[in-house]
């Protein structure tokens, strides 16, 4: 999920409508000072979730996975393509080749595209430096 705390937001103004209470749309804000956590959610761990996503080809996993890595990597990415820039730079330092070669040019997480590119050469070095 891109942006979870507005999702959450929509969700409790829906709740909230059915009970007759009208809320201003939900917004991305800061928390108060000295606001406490009153509940926390643990994701199930990713290896599993991976194997899974590899075993039925499921996209949505393959992109959230994709963009939660770019956060973890530091970056902000405003969309797929922002977050597929920062994998694909990560790669080219991780594999020793040119930022922007045109032999690994991937432009989302789940490979549904035409426009991706990956030259066998770009593969392999990747795959080696890994």
């Not at 959610?41 to 499921?58: D, E, F, N, V």
């Not at 490979?111 to 991706?116: D, K, N, P, V």
């Amino acid at each position: 999920m891109r942006q979870p705390e507005l999702y959450a937001g929509e969700v409790f103004q829906s709740l909230a409508g059915t009970y007759g209470i009208t809320l201003d749309p939900a917004r991305q804000g800061v928390a108060p000072e000295g606001a406490q956590v009153i509940a926390r959610y643990q994701s199930r761990k990713l290896l599993p979730m991976l194997k899974s996503m590899l075993h039925y080809s499921t996209n949505l996993t393959a992109e959230m996975t994709g963009l939660a890595a770019s956060r973890a990597g530091g970056v902000k990415p405003g969309s797929l393509a922002a977050s597929a820039a920062a994998m694909n730079a990560w790669a080219a330092r991780a594999a020793g080749f040119a930022p922007g070669d045109p032999g690994f040019r991937l432009v989302n997480h789940s490979g549904l595209t035409a426009e991706s590119r990956v030259s066998p050469r770009r593969f392999v070095e990747f795959l080696a430096a890994m």
